[in-house]
């Protein structure tokens, strides 16, 4: 069987040197090419680099979260790298927005090229242009969409200054939830960059109180829609309206207009799952749908669960038939068609039993158990219509033994990493699931990064890999797939989405129901010190 940079080779005709660290340190972007042209057959990699050392943050004087009137605390560190991060044991709200970069990779992993998210931190970008930031460390964050007619890529940030604190949590300024310790508001953005390098932003007033995962463009049969995953609440039961409409499953209209032009609207939900749909008791309104990875298949809009305390973990999609799933479980109906409108909701009902009618299944054949601590799906990539592949993140559990030197119920994780899902007989099956080389639970170093305890947390800071979460791929012409996920982690650092992390690579048998022997995971990228890498895409080409 060919390995990854041959079976790579064999597809795109031209790979890149062989991996190699991301150029980056903290508040160094690493090189600046953006007038490098995005190539067809290359990858773009999401990646946010900590600039928070000068935020105002004093250890034991300021308060958090900003502008709070209720649960206030005080910093426990200051802003210095990485110690900043156990705050997050004081201030379950904490985090720092950060610029990000999209860089341009051979499927090897080498650089091409950097282009720089706009941000305040530039020359020429003053509150009223257009920007956009991320989270340092909202670990769900930043994933990359290939629209459906391959001609942009799509994630999610916020309209927000860099260096600013709690933003993630903050409200949206059109859904303001009274009873959110986090008083804060930020739009969420969908960015959208066009193969010719150009950007477009759109603002949402979706995901208040928590955070958009991700974005993807439909412009298939005359379509231009957005579809975004996320969650949204983080105060008091009952909710706001706007709350229980504002999470999961969204849609909106993609803009051309300035940001500071556009004016949107309340929440548009294009889905909706109610754990009542299986038969189950009613739990809190709205957080059936924490989703985290989205994808487009064969006309069908797919969605992850893979986290919170409620619902269930699993891999949903839209029923645009209302035939598929009567029960809650199905398959997508042949020849359905992709959503283009909101769904049209009974607002009357939203205390009472959240968004109605629901019109989203779990794909027949994954789990239904409520409250799952082994099953956390966040990025899928379908490779054809019977194979499907699934990210799964790992439990996040940083159990460590010193006698082995390892986080112990991360090694000891069956399902963690990449599952490979065949349909059969008219219901998905797990076939098997791929660690080989990821070497899971097992410390890693990072130059210039603390070796030694956290002395917050009692345990090691060196990271070790936890699962997957966003993945894409590419099948190649001699019956194989290529499949490039980012890794989640598990330390003792005060946030673990703090973690330096990697890109890796693997190939598969695409025919294969049991594993074949001599398959595992590369390292193509690793993030450096003060730098988390978070999506992976194929670039836009049209």
């Given at each position: ?123 020429g970008v003053p509150a ?39 933003v993630s949590n903050a ?170 409108e909101p769904l049209a ?198």
């Amino acid at each position: 069987m060919l390995g990854l940079a041959a079976a790579v080779a064999a597809a795109v005709m031209a790979v890149g040197s062989v991996g190699g660290a991301s150029a980056g340190v903290g508040g160094n972007a690493g090189p600046s090419r953006s007038g490098v042209p995005l190539q067809p057959g290359n990858l773009l990699v999401s990646r946010t680099v900590y600039n928070g050392e000068s935020t105002n943050l004093e250890a034991g004087k300021t308060q958090l979260p900003p502008g709070c009137t209720s649960e206030c605390v005080t910093a426990s560190d200051g802003a210095t790298y990485p110690e900043v991060w156990n705050n997050d044991g004081v201030d379950a709200n904490f985090g720092i927005t950060s610029p990000m970069y999209l860089d341009q990779v051979t499927p090897s992993g080498s650089l091409v090229g950097t282009i720089e998210v706009p941000n305040s931190t530039q020359n020429g970008v003053p509150a009223t242009k257009d920007q956009m930031v991320t989270s340092f460390s909202s670990k769900s964050e930043g994933a990359l969409n290939l629209s459906t007619d391959g001609s942009a890529v799509t994630f999610m940030g916020y309209l927000a200054p860099v260096g600013a604190l709690d933003v993630s949590n903050a409200n949206t300024p059109g859904v303001i939830d009274p009873t959110n310790p986090d008083t804060g508001a930020a739009y969420r953005v969908i960015a959208e960059l066009g193969a010719n390098g150009k950007f477009h932003f759109t603002k949402t007033n979706a995901f208040s109180g928590d955070n958009g995962r991700g974005a993807i463009l439909n412009r298939e049969e005359g379509a231009n829609v957005l579809y975004m995953a996320g969650n949204a609440g983080n105060g008091a039961s009952p909710q706001p309206d706007g709350i229980i409409t504002g999470g999961g499953a969204q849609i909106a209209t993609p803009q051309t207009k300035a940001l500071v032009a556009q004016e949107p609207g309340l929440p548009t939900p294009v889905g909706a799952f109610n754990i009542t749909q299986l038969g189950q008791k009613q739990d809190k309104i709205g957080k059936d749908t924490n989703f985290r990875g989205v994808t487009i298949y064969d006309n069908v809009l797919y969605y992850t669960k893979g986290s919170g305390s409620n619902g269930v973990n699993a891999v949903y999609f839209v029923d645009t038939t209302g035939r598929a799933c009567p029960n809650g479980v199905g398959l997508p109906e042949p020849g359905a068609k992709l959503p283009t409108e909101p769904l049209a909701y009974e607002a009357e009902k939203l205390q009472e039993s959240g968004i109605t009618p629901q019109n989203m299944c779990i794909l027949k054949g994954f789990p239904t158990a409520l409250k799952s601590k082994a099953s956390f799906p966040f990025g899928i990539w379908f490779a054809n219509s019977t194979t499907l592949y699934v990210a799964d993140e790992g439990s996040g559990s940083n159990e460590y033994s010193t006698a082995t030197g390892t986080y112990t119920k991360a090694a000891a994780q069956k399902t963690a990493g990449l599952q490979k899902w065949v349909l059969e007989g008219g219901s998905w099956r797990l076939a098997y699931t791929l660690q080989n080389g990821l070497e899971l639970g097992k410390p890693y170093t990072v130059a210039g990064y603390p070796t030694g305890n956290n002395e917050a947390t009692g345990l090691p800071w060196s990271p070790a890999t936890d699962g997957l979460r966003n993945i894409t791929g590419r099948v190649n012409p001699d019956g194989t797939a290529t499949i490039w996920g980012i890794t989640s982690t598990v330390s003792g650092n005060g946030d673990q989405g703090a973690d330096p992390n990697k890109m890796v690579g693997i190939t598969d048998q695409l025919s294969a129901t049991s594993q074949p022997a001599g398959e595992g995971f590369q390292t193509t990228r690793a993030a450096g010190f003060g730098e988390v890498l978070r999506g992976v895409s194929l670039t836009p080409t049209r």
